[in-house]
């Protein structure tokens, strides 16, 4: 006979030459010949060499532990006395009561939606993100959710989460703000055979995102090529001067043009235009010789109109000090006070006219 005492909050199970007999709960008990005990903590989970089914026999034994069956398209959450302790996957798991206070939480990953009461904290831990498929919306954005490849819905700002399993889940998204298409360096010929190159831009924003992302295929790419073959067809239209004459109509032209095609594909445009309108090296040199020629004979018109209006003022002068001789008079002063800052010294004699000596000395010295 053998003595073995059973503490507090464990547990033994009794073998007779390997073969499951009983299980001994707290307190002193006598163990037979060739009888064994395994002593287990009810704080653990329950393992055991001998088969389950076996120990299962014993109703006592059932009745002390907890057996949880997790299938395989099921995860179960585990929490020890309402805190969560770990996740539990495919297979048999097997637990003491009474001393814990244990509670299991069931999820089906075979579907998409996660409708379980699941703390969002839990999922940053990897055991469960490794089963979780997460979409992030911006503020700015909007999405198309696609199940099996087939629409399901839109989708706005915020943070989606699936389980990942075999349906395939697809999050497709466009920026709604006001967005930019540059139109580089488009080559063109105007009407004269001129030939240019352009720089066009756009502003859009898309307002239909179904039709955007499910009807149409690189919309931004089909938004591209209509912009350009708008642009190409006004361009063709008129001659190099015609069309810089008239470069402020063409965002008017080519927005009209556009908008059929832009609401097919579901984004309305806000406003375009011409950035640069760049000319051949040659062309730029006969335009520049053309604006030098042109500012030169605006400069000549002005200079004449200049020395026409000197020339009326002076004969309306000389009208009027052939009237008045006070006038003349003065005027002669006038001449003489000129005169005078350009000359250091001057000596006059004899009894002539003063002013008239002045104008030959003036006239020897220049």
Not at 57 to 68: A, K, R, T
Not at 328 to 340: P, Q, S, W
């Given at each position: 006979m053998k003595r073995v005492r059973i503490q507090q909050g464990k547990v033994g199970l009794v073998f007779k030459n390997g073969n499951y007999l009983k299980i001994i709960t707290e307190g002193v008990h006598w163990l037979g010949f060739y009888e064994s005990v395994d002593v287990y903590d009810l704080r653990q989970q329950f393992y055991s060499t001998v088969a389950l089914e076996i120990l299962l026999?014993?109703?006592?034994?059932?009745?002390?532990?907890?057996?949880?069956e997790v299938k395989d398209h099921e995860l179960v959450l585990l929490y020890e006395n309402e805190n969560f302790k770990s996740i539990l996957q495919a297979g048999r798991h097997v637990y003491w009561k009474g001393l814990i206070n244990r509670t299991f939480v069931r999820i089906d990953t075979s579907k998409i939606d996660i409708t379980e009461a699941i703390d969002t904290s839990l999922f940053s831990n990897y055991e469960l993100a490794k089963h979780v498929r997460v979409f992030e919306v911006f503020s700015y954005e909007k999405a198309v959710l696609l199940i099996d490849d087939v629409?399901?819905?839109?989708?706005?700002?915020?943070?989606?989460?699936?389980?990942?399993?075999?349906?395939?889940?697809k999050v497709g998204k466009v920026d709604t703000r006001q967005l930019q298409l540059e139109i580089a360096g488009q080559e063109l010929l105007t009407?004269?055979?001129?030939?240019?190159?352009?720089?066009f831009y756009t502003n859009y924003k898309v307002t239909d995102i179904e039709k955007a992302l499910l009807a149409n295929k690189d919309y931004e790419k089909q938004l591209y090529v209509a912009m350009?073959?708008?642009l190409r067809q006004y361009v063709g239209q008129y001659s190099l001067d015609e069309l810089l004459e008239n470069k402020?109509?063409?965002?008017?032209?080519?927005?009209?043009?556009?908008?059929?095609v832009a609401e097919k594909l579901g984004v309305?445009?806000?406003?375009?235009?011409?950035?640069?309108?760049?000319?051949?090296g040659d062309m730029k040199e006969i335009m520049n010789q053309v604006l030098v020629a042109q500012k030169k004979a605006q400069a000549n018109i002005i200079t004449r109109r200049e020395e026409t209006a000197s020339t009326r003022s002076?004969?309306?002068?000389?009208?009027?000090?052939?009237?008045?001789?006070?006038l003349?008079?003065?005027?002669?002063?006038?001449?003489?006070?000129?005169?005078?800052d350009k000359i250091g010294e001057i000596t006059v004699s004899g009894n002539g006219n003063m002013v008239k000596q002045l104008k030959e000395i003036f006239a020897v010295n220049k």
């Open positions: 026999q014993d109703e006592s034994l059932v009745n002390m532990l907890e057996v949880i629409y399901t819905k839109t989708l706005t700002s915020g943070t989606y989460r699936f389980w990942k399993n075999n349906i395939s889940v009407k004269d055979k001129a030939n240019i190159r352009i720089n350009q073959l708008a402020e109509n063409i965002s008017a032209v080519v927005l009209e043009a556009t908008k059929e309305i445009i806000l406003y375009c235009g011409i950035r640069d309108i760049i000319l051949p002076l004969l309306n002068t000389a009208k009027l000090m052939e009237e008045n001789e006070m003349f008079k003065l005027k002669e002063m006038e001449y003489v006070e000129k005169i005078a």
